[in-house]
């Protein structure tokens, strides 16, 4: 319990840079939008191709649901359900009501309100990297996940504001016993951040867990958290059409408490669905609406997104790649089947690297134009994924920070107006003359173009004077750098205890059991 009874706080109050006194950049913490349309890679024509193939694999192959709960509620609704094989087939009427009790926007609250997630609309939220079973820097190598790392990059998530949410276990920490180690996560994101996070979905209890926690630090009840959610979880779908019976539970149980719940398929092409893209868009539209469906049939209403994770792997060996043309395209169709159900849409970024190196950058960049393209709501694994997914990464978490930062300059509109067309100030520099000692000029170099916290924008001489250290080096330096300037935020002393004792209860009441 060390961290339960010794909050880390700053140590001073003078904030320190990893080039001197002055705190690391970063943009300020604001809501971010989509101002441009949508890409539309698919034509009208061809998202209806894609929607009626999807109606075709649910009335007729079916979906495999190993939960006798979820199977009795379909069949209560009308499903054809075969108890055997455990296998639900539903209609196309089934789906349509479904989706009139969804909803096309909603938020999540957590502690502090300030940090407010809006999905749905053109808002894009960003968030860190979830679930890898490792960890890595540059300075200790790669290792098994545990809670100190845990809870460091917990932290570098509260420092940059451009991370609007947690996921579910930036790393496992196989340090704690694995039945209970969720609540020590929670724990974690609640005091070491005032953001919202992403629960356990394995089973009831997980889910059910993360949900009392969040209410218990807002100081609300379970009923009054149903129609005010304060955290979400990522169904993974058993692709090809599975439901298993944990992730079921899990599902219902977020739907029961009017949490969100975002249904994704891990369709990667040539395994897990056909090689074809058609072909997984059609898969992964059919599993993702069978799992909608799941939702409102549990309670109407009940906040869900529309999930995808379409991907190719290695034909050669198997192995998955993410990143790639393929992936980035599927980001953006997937848009477009989000928006034809009006549903929000939650998306990634990956790649397939195992280092923080240019592959790790140009796959990840590939794939986040894809969900900026597609209109993407939630952007999960937004930083610090690496090798895959089954390693979380210091490093690679600074340069996503930096990546993400550049797109949400690029999506500030450009403003064209009298200032900004500075005709003035062109007609006062002569011909063959310069801007720097221009008034415009010295009215706005301060703020004129983003300010990068990663890039080194020396001349080749001076960089070597400085060390010559590369991006992977300086993102070194920028993780520990923003770990010295993190603020723990302040919480009530009542509710951390309250916090504590549930954590404590819990654990006695799961002794060596399951949740």
């Given at each position: 319990m060390?961290r339960m009874?010794?909050p880390?706080?700053?140590?001073g109050?003078e904030r320190t840079s990893?080039?001197?006194?002055?705190a690391i950049?970063q943009?300020?913490?604001?809501r971010?939008t989509n101002?441009?349309?949508?890409?539309?890679?698919?034509?009208?024509?061809?998202?209806?191709?894609?929607?009626?193939a999807?109606?075709?694999i649910?009335?007729?192959?079916?979906?495999?649901?190993m939960?006798?709960?979820a199977?009795?509620?379909?069949?209560?609704?009308g499903?054809?359900?075969d108890?055997?094989?455990?296998?639900?087939?539903i209609?196309?009427?089934?789906?349509?009501e479904?989706?009139?009790?969804?909803?096309s926007s909603y938020r999540?609250?957590p502690?502090n309100?300030?940090h407010?997630?809006?999905l749905g609309?053109?808002t894009?939220n960003f968030?860190l990297?979830a679930?890898p079973?490792?960890?890595h820097?540059?300075?200790r190598?790669r290792?098994?996940?545990n809670l100190?790392?845990?809870?460091?990059?917990?932290?570098?998530a509260?420092?940059?504001?451009?991370?609007?949410m947690?996921g579910?276990q930036v790393c496992?920490?196989?340090?704690l016993?694995?039945?209970?180690?969720?609540l020590?996560?929670?724990?974690?994101?609640?005091t070491?951040?005032d953001?919202?996070f992403?629960v356990?979905?394995?089973?009831?209890?997980?889910a059910?867990d993360?949900?009392?926690?969040?209410?218990i630090?807002?100081?609300?009840?379970?009923?009054e958290?149903r129609d005010?959610?304060g955290?979400?979880?990522?169904?993974?779908?058993?692709s090809?059409r599975r439901?298993?019976?944990m992730m079921a539970?899990g599902?219902m149980?977020?739907?029961?408490?009017?949490?969100?719940v975002?249904?994704?398929p891990?369709t990667?092409?040539g395994?897990?669905?056909?090689?074809?893209l058609?072909?997984?868009l059609?898969?992964?539209?059919a599993?993702a609406?069978?799992?909608v469906?799941?939702?409102?049939?549990v309670?109407?209403?009940?906040?869900?997104?529309?999930?995808?994770?379409t991907s190719?792997?290695?034909m050669?060996s198997g192995a998955p790649a993410?990143?790639?043309p393929e992936?980035?395209?599927a980001?953006i169709?997937?848009?477009q089947?989000?928006?034809r159900?009006?549903?929000?849409y939650r998306t990634?970024?990956?790649s397939?690297?195992?280092?923080?190196?240019a592959?790790?950058?140009y796959e990840?960049?590939?794939?986040?134009?894809?969900?900026?393209?597609?209109?993407?709501?939630l952007?999960?694994?937004a930083a610090g994924?690496?090798?895959g997914?089954?390693t979380?990464?210091?490093?690679?978490?600074?340069?996503?920070v930096?990546?993400?930062?550049?797109?949400?300059?690029?999506l500030?509109?450009?403003?064209?107006?009298?200032a900004?067309?500075?005709?003035?100030?062109l007609?006062?520099?002569?011909?063959?003359?310069?801007?720097?000692g221009e008034?415009?000029?010295?009215?706005?170099y301060a703020?004129?173009?983003?300010?990068?916290?990663?890039?080194?924008?020396?001349?080749?001489?001076?960089?070597?004077?400085?060390?010559g250290l590369?991006?992977?080096?300086?993102?070194?330096?920028?993780?520990?750098?923003?770990?010295?300037?993190y603020?723990?935020?302040?919480?009530?002393i009542s509710?951390?205890?309250a916090?504590e004792?549930?954590?404590?209860?819990?654990?006695?009441?799961?002794?060596a059991g399951e949740?």
């Open positions: 060390r009874t010794e880390r706080r700053k140590r109050a990893n080039r001197g006194p002055v950049p943009l300020p913490l604001r971010v101002p441009y349309p949508p890409m539309a890679m698919l034509s009208a024509d061809q998202i209806e191709a894609i929607h009626q999807s109606m075709h649910l009335e007729n192959f079916g979906i495999e649901v939960s006798p709960r199977l009795s509620l379909f069949e209560k609704a499903a054809k359900v108890h055997a094989p455990m296998t639900i087939r209609d196309r009427g089934m789906v349509d479904a989706l009139k009790t969804t909803r999540l609250t502690r309100p300030a407010t997630v809006h609309g053109n894009i968030t990297v679930g079973p490792n960890v820097d540059m300075e190598g290792r098994a996940g100190r790392d845990y809870d460091d990059l917990t932290r570098l509260q420092h940059f504001n451009c991370i609007h947690l579910n496992a920490p196989v340090d016993p694995a039945n209970s180690r969720h020590d996560t929670y724990f974690a994101n609640l070491l951040t953001k919202s992403h356990s979905a394995i089973g009831r209890g997980r059910l993360g949900i009392e926690m969040m209410a630090s807002r100081g609300l009840t379970l009923d958290m005010d959610p955290v979400t979880t990522i169904i993974s779908v058993n090809p439901f298993d019976e539970e599902l149980t977020m739907a029961e408490f009017g949490q969100s975002a249904v994704t891990f990667l092409m395994a897990m669905s056909p090689v074809t058609a072909g997984a059609a898969q992964q539209n599993e609406l069978f799992g469906v799941l939702t409102q049939l309670r109407p209403g009940a906040p869900v997104m529309y999930g995808a994770f190719n792997v290695d050669k993410f990143g790639t992936n980035t395209k980001n169709a997937s848009g089947l989000a928006r159900y009006g549903l929000p990634t970024p990956g397939a690297s195992n280092a923080a190196d592959q790790g950058a990840t960049l590939m794939a986040l134009w894809g969900a900026v393209l597609g209109h993407g709501n952007v999960y694994h994924w690496q090798e997914g089954l979380a990464s210091f490093e690679k978490f600074i340069i996503d930096e990546m993400i930062q550049h797109m949400m300059e690029f500030r509109p450009i403003e064209v107006n009298e900004e067309l500075a005709v003035e100030a007609g006062a520099v002569p011909t063959g003359g310069h801007f720097f008034p415009h000029t010295l009215e706005r703020t004129a173009f983003y300010q990068p916290m990663l890039s080194n924008w020396q001349n080749y001489e001076a960089w070597q004077e400085a060390g590369d991006a992977t080096a300086r993102a070194t330096r920028l993780w520990k750098k923003a770990l010295e300037d603020v723990e935020p302040t919480m009530d509710v951390r205890e916090l004792a549930y954590v404590a209860k819990r654990k006695e009441a799961i002794g949740p």
